[in-house]
């Protein structure tokens, strides 16, 4: 792997000095997507900056009910934090289904907000991406797309969002805060990741230097039921080819509330807002999630590997609302 | 803030690291860019712990850092300054086996051996990690970060789940 | 033979040492003055390198050489031949010249004083290149059927009259994607060279190959040439012949004077360090009403690369299985642009006992008969492809064990029919074979004065357990503990054994062994009834070797140890040999099988697993239990990866290898392992040898895919004839 230069900080400000907002330079937590990236060429900082010291790995409940992670805190620390598995069972899920127990045990839950994607000519430093050099082409576009995405392509990139996590984020709501050289700023998680578009080299929102230091959930809905739903080739330790978080909340049958995200199909944590309006005030049955899943996939674009996901995914709303709507139920016979 | 320039001329020097291996301090010189797998087996000569993907994708790299099981193919060395990393030579104390080599031994949960040391640094953390189910599901589960070509699952859970009692016997008796 | 050891269950002899992280595999060896070579692979598939821009490299730290076509020493080619022992997996030597071949070829090696230097340099290395149009992305890409090879064809009766006249019959076209052996140690090589002598550590399944071949490459005498593998990651047959990696590492070792490790990175391993060739099999099936087979066909092509010309004999297992008087076999060779192929585990027979036992199946729906009852009418007891006996055969007993473990009476037969909450269950059944083979062998042995034994045999332990084999094998015959017995194996200088490959190590080695035993022993005789001797004056024959003590017919008992220090000897050993014989005229070798196959079908999310597998296996005697169950298990488990998620994916574009890594590549994980019940038929066959023993590795992998393909149909009526049967394919299939 090419050498680069290493440095530690102790608290936000010194790490976001230290970064200088330097492209070249890059922050590291788990390290299991960059330096996984670092050794195949494809990611080239000069300088690492070491955030483990940051006092970021807590997880803490504010006065107003929501839920403040540390951008620290490891994926397997979330997963079974107790705040987490009573209040927010599909992040809980969503986090157990993804990597590998020792991969969770490292990884950070914003180094999982940063997570790139799987997308092998990504990957490839010598195959033409746009997403790694901007107006290279794409290679995946007429090559082996089987893993690739549905929804929120461009012509310019259809490389898949990786994450588990950040499917149950999307559905339940949060806000990222950031702290960068011109301070602190927060914006909504479903607005940090871009779509694609014409320069899907800019993945997200982050200015140079900035840094997530925390993520915010927002307050659980009353009463609802979840469930995490991810569809792979084998049963572990593998990407989702679709994947579907749902949370509900049922009253008498109909569904009061609902709240959908989609993984494995789409450029970025998908929320689909589409399929939660076929939801809304609907009978807790079958027809309604069949609904709601043509409402959410009615948009998709196939390509020549991965027209399947298209069915797949619905297949996969379905199943996921159903099992949260049964969740709610014994949710709402409980209490 | 450190100029680019300086930047490159710094980034080829090694860097000094301190780590407890195995209970043992150890000093080791560095560059940045040498993983902790790389740094235990050319540096310490640690060649129990196994390279086999290079990219946190099968395991067989797997120790303990500060008792959590991690792939030590994606951690530098230089991010481990003053941790406790546990290897399959560390496994064994006074002589003695650990409970999980015995079952593994015990049950022949391996073939060729050499996704065996990451197997049993995940499965001994595992067993003692209250977080993770008993049941054989969650065992397989929490176990699939570790491939086994040879496909020797059946037997490592067998011994997983042999050596569960023995540990579980053993914090009876220190307790 | 009653034994005390041998057909006994023992823990490895070798355990300790993997549990402990001893064992040295060939990649935890360390020597003074070491490099590291970094091979740099090309970035296209076809085509010519034009360019390498060598200087910049040179430059940067650590690095001490960069080999490339343009500066590599001239070798020779080896001959590469079977008989000879000196078969290696690319007769093209690396950087022979500018052509590209494939992903991955290596266009040059960088050598470094690290290793992360050496990986550092050859990332940097820009290369130019001319690709070429056409590449060739693989055999299931294109509808080219390439060259036919006579050598492979095969038939009896008439076939094609047969097929036509029979009532009942199938003609279906199978598919198996190219398959990657992922074995967990990459391939590796050390080399050294010590005044003139070539010592070579390798990951090899083949230690005397790769030293004759070494030989032949570097023009040497072959004693000055050592090759090593103490320890080896597995190989599932990628490891048995030579590969370019190891010649490079040893020329540039001699070129600087210092030894050089190069271990190859995964995705190297898997772009140029063998694969299982994809095939595309048509089977063409005819019965008559009562399901007595008529007629058999099997035509299939496989590919190989445009370097060396691999052939997997898929159609070979057609001829034997199955009692049938019109049965024809051929074959077509496809060069592609991929890394060449080599054996994989089962290789040729596990690719067409898929497609074989498919078509039955398919012919048992055809003929509304249960598959298990069309296999049992179409049973022979001798082998039709040689008109030889069967040296001894008990696939009926296995068929009927296995059936009644699995409750296969209990089976409805309608698709879909059983169902239980949201999931569908199928259950479908495989017949499982492999031929047994065996090849000369030496051993040696040593009876010491310290009371330990000592056998040693240049074959080598993959991890199937040869060393306990071995160990097995010494204590039967001599009575001594098992911690009293060292194994060497793993060498080149040691007396030659076979390669670790086709499930013959076993059954070639230890009647060598047991040879080198019975040479010692009476050697210690000798020694026992010299003058001055404790049994001076006795007869040799009425001496005999029991619980590590020579005993003479009134009852005296010396033991070895005490008698060789008495003579002042420091041991005694014996040179033993070992061979096939007459019997391979009397009799057709070949073990079989059955496997029984339940998946659980989710049809509504199109999730499906295989849940349950009951498998019956007879290998004639299974020297060591523990190991030999291990290997079914492990195959099946490997089986359930051929199934359903294999698969090496080259762009169709151009040919380059897109899945190259442990996590797009998919190999079944602890969470896919089904539960799996196997039992070994205890019934040595000792027309095969003295111990009865016929091999383990590679049946167990035969049979499972076609047994989940065919419990796949049975739950879902979907046929998939291409392998791996992904969920793309049961959602659209």
């Known amino acids: 792997m090419r050498s680069f230069a290493y440095c530690t900080a102790d608290d936000v400000s010194q790490a976001v000095t ?90 950070t839950t914003a180094g999982n907000v940063m997570q790139r994607t799987r997308c092998p000519y990504y990957r490839d430093a010598s195959a033409a991406c746009n997403r790694r050099e901007p107006g290279s082409g794409c290679d995946a576009m007429h090559g082996i797309n089987r893993m690739h995405a549905v929804l929120g392509v461009s012509d310019q990139c259809i490389a898949t969002h990786p994450s588990d996590m950040c499917i149950a984020m999307a559905a339940i709501g949060a806000t990222l805060t950031l702290e960068g050289p011109d301070g602190k700023r927060e914006i909504a998680f479903n607005d940090f990741h871009r779509l694609p578009g014409d320069q899907p080299e800019k993945e997200h929102e982050l200015r140079p230097g900035e840094l997530i230091t925390h993520i915010t959930l927002d307050t659980p809905i009353e009463g609802a039921g979840a469930y995490y739903l991810k569809l792979r080739d084998r ?84 199943r996921a609302l159903r099992e949260a709507c049964r969740d709610a139920e014994n949710a709402n016979q409980q209490r | ?29 560095v560059t940045p860019n040498v993983v902790l797998l790389d740094a235990l087996r050319d ?80 499965a001994a953390a595992l067993l003692e990690d209250e977080r993770i189910a008993a049941d054989d599901a969650s065992v397989r589960e929490a176990m699939s970060g570790n491939l086994c070509r040879c496909g020797a699952y059946k037997n490592i859970l067998e011994a997983v789940q042999d050596a569960r009692r023995e540990v579980a016997a053993g914090t009876e008796e220190r307790s | 033979m009653d034994t005390q050891v041998i057909g006994h269950r023992t823990p490895r002899v070798d355990g300790e040492h993997k549990l402990t992280g001893r064992a040295d595999y ?215 012949f030579m590969w370019p990696h190891a010649v490079a590492a040893a020329a540039a070792a001699r070129e600087l004077g210092r030894p050089v490790k190069t271990v190859l990175s995964r995705q190297q391993d898997m772009a140029s360090g063998g694969n299982r060739p994809a095939s595309r099999q048509r089977l063409r099936l005819a019965a008559d009403a009562q399901g007595r087979l008529q007629a058999m066909r099997h035509d299939s092509t496989t590919e190989t690369s445009f370097v060396h010309p691999y052939v997997d004999s898929v159609g070979s297992p057609t ?26 585990r089962a290789p040729g027979e596990v690719s067409g006992i898929y497609a074989l036992e498919c078509a039955m199946d398919e012919l048992a729906v055809a003929l509304d008969m249960d598959p298990l009852e069309l296999r049992r009418r179409n049973y022979n007891h001798e082998d039709p492809a040689k008109g030889l006996p069967w040296s001894s055969k008990h696939l009926d007993t296995c068929y009927d064990s296995a059936a009644k473990r699995f409750g296969w009476e209990r089976r409805d037969p309608r698709v879909g029919s059983m169902t239980e ?126 619980d590590g003590a020579l005993v003479d017919e009134q009852g005296k008992r010396v033991a070895f140890a005490e008698l060789l220090a008495g003579q002042k000897l420091g041991s005694v050993s014996g040179d033993g040999q070992a061979a096939p014989g007459d019997e391979q005229n009397q009799y057709s070798f070949r073990s079989f099988g059955a496997h029984f196959v339940e998946v659980r079908w989710d049809p509504a999310i199109t999730r499906l697993h295989v849940s349950r597998v009951v498998s019956s296996i007879d290998i004639g005697r299974a020297v060591n ?64 040898n003295e111990f009865g023993a016929r091999g383990v590795g590679e049946i167990g992998l035969t049979g499972v895919a076609p047994a989940i393909a065919n419990a796949i149909h049975h739950a879902t009526g979907k046929r998939i004839r291409d392998l791996p049967i992904t969920i793309d394919k049961l959602l659209v299939g």
């Open chain 3, 319 to 344: 001829l034997s299985l199955y009692a049938c008087d019109n049965a024809a076999i051929s074959h077509h060779l496809l060069e592609v642009n991929h890394g060449t192929p080599c054996p994989m």
């Open chain 3, 421 to 546: 909450g949201d999931e569908i269950i199928g259950w479908g059944m495989a017949t499982s074979s492999w031929t047994a083979g065996r090849q000369p062998c030496m051993a040696r042995v040593e009876l010491r004065a310290d009371g330990t034994v000592m056998a040693a045999c240049g074959t080598q332990d993959i991890g199937t357990g040869t060393y306990t084999v071995v160990a097995q094998t010494v204590a039967e015959l001599t009575g001594v503990p098992l911690d009293r017995i060292e194994v060497r194996l793993g060498e080149s200088s040691l007396p030659a054994g076979p390669l670790s490959g086709g499930s013959m190590a076993t059954a070639t080695t230890l009647p060598a062994v047991a040879a080198a035993v019975r040479a010692a022993i009476d050697e210690l005789k000798e020694v026992a009834t010299d003058e001055d001797a404790p049994f001076t004056g006795a007869d040799p024959e009425g001496l005999t070797l029991r």
């Open chain 3, 625 to 688: 239990p523990a190991t030999a169950r291990n290997q079914v298990e492990g195959a099946i488990v490997m089986g359930i990866g051929m199934g359903l998620f294999e698969k090496l994916d080259y762009d169709p574009r151009d040919a380059r290898l897109i899945n190259n890594n442990y996590s797009d590549y998919i190999v079944a994980s602890h969470a896919d392992m089904p539960d799996i019940d196997v039992e070994l038929l205890d019934n040595p066959d000792y027309a095969f």
């Open chain 1, 18 to 107: 230290k970064h200088g907002a330097d492209d070249r330079v890059a922050y590291v937590a788990g390290g299991t997507t960059l330096l996984d990236l670092v050794k195949l060429d494809v990611m080239r900082p000069a300088q690492l900056v070491d955030i483990n010291r940051l006092p970021l790995d807590e997880v803490e409940t504010l006065d107003d009910g929501r839920l403040r992670i540390g951008a620290t805190v490891t994926n397997t620390d979330l997963a079974h934090h107790p705040e987490v598995k009573a209040h927010y069972p599909l992040l809980s899920q969503a986090l157990l289904a993804g990597a590998s127990t020792q991969l969770r045990n490292m990884a």
């Open chain 3, 26 to 240: 060939t990649t935890d060896w360390y020597v003074d003055d070491m490099l590291h070579g970094y091979p740099v692979p090309a970035s296209i598939a076809h085509g010519t390198l034009e360019a390498l821009d060598i200087e910049p490299v040179l430059a940067m730290p650590g690095v001490v050489a960069v080999y490339h076509h343009g500066n590599f020493p001239k070798l020779y080619r080896s001959p590469s031949s079977q008989a000879h022992q000196d078969q290696v997996s690319e007769v093209r030597l690396p950087f022979e010249d500018e052509r590209i071949h494939y992903d991955g070829q290596y266009v040059a090696m960088v050598v470094a004083e690290r290793y992360e230097q050496a990986r550092a340099a050859a990332h940097a290395l820009q290369a130019r290149y001319r690709q070429d149009d056409g590449a060739r992305p693989g055999l299931l890409l294109t509808r080219e059927d390439g060259r036919p090879m006579e050598s492979e064809g095969g038939s009896r009766g008439d076939p094609d009259d047969a097929y036509e006249r029979a009532p009942v019959k199938i003609d279906c076209i199978y598919g198996i994607a190219p398959e990657s052996h992922m074995q967990m140690e990459m391939h590796a090589t050390l080399a050294q060279w010590r005044d003139g002598r070539l010592i070579v550590h390798e990951s090899t399944q083949g230690v005397v190959y790769q030293h004759k071949a070494m030989a032949r490459i570097f023009d040497m005498p072959e004693e000055q040439v050592e090759v090593i593998s103490h320890y080896i990651g597995s190989g599932f047959g990628n490891k048995l």
């Open chain 2, 1 to 29: 803030m450190m100029e680019p320039s300086e930047t490159a001329a710094q980034s080829a020097e090694t860097v000094t690291v301190n780590l407890i291996v195995n209970g043992e301090p150890r000093q080791l010189q």
């Open chain 2, 43 to 122: 540096e310490l000569r640690l060649t129990g712990t196994k390279k086999g993907c290079d990219h946190g994708q099968c395991g067989a790299c797997t120790v303990h850092v500060d008792g959590m099981a991690i792939n030590s193919c994606l951690r530098l060395a230089v991010m481990c300054e003053g941790q406790h990393i546990t290897t399959v030579e560390g496994l064994a104390r006074d002589g003695q086996l650990h409970p999980v080599q015995r079952a593994f031994l015990e049950h022949d949960a391996y073939q060729c051996g050499y996704c065996t040391p990451g197997q049993m640094m995940s």
């Open chain 1, 235 to 318: 049963a572990s330790y593998e990407f989702a080819l679709a994947s579907a978080g749902a949370i509900v909340a049922v009253e008498d049958g109909v569904i009061r509330e609902a709240r959908l995200a989609l993984g494995g199909v789409a450029t970025k944590p998908w929320r689909s807002h589409e399929a939660e309006l076929a939801l809304h005030d609907q009978p807790a049955a079958v027809s309604t999630f069949e609904m709601a899943a043509e409402a959410a996939m009615q948009d998709a674009v196939p390509h020549e590997y991965n027209a399947f996901k298209i069915p797949l995914a619905r297949q996969a709303i379905v």
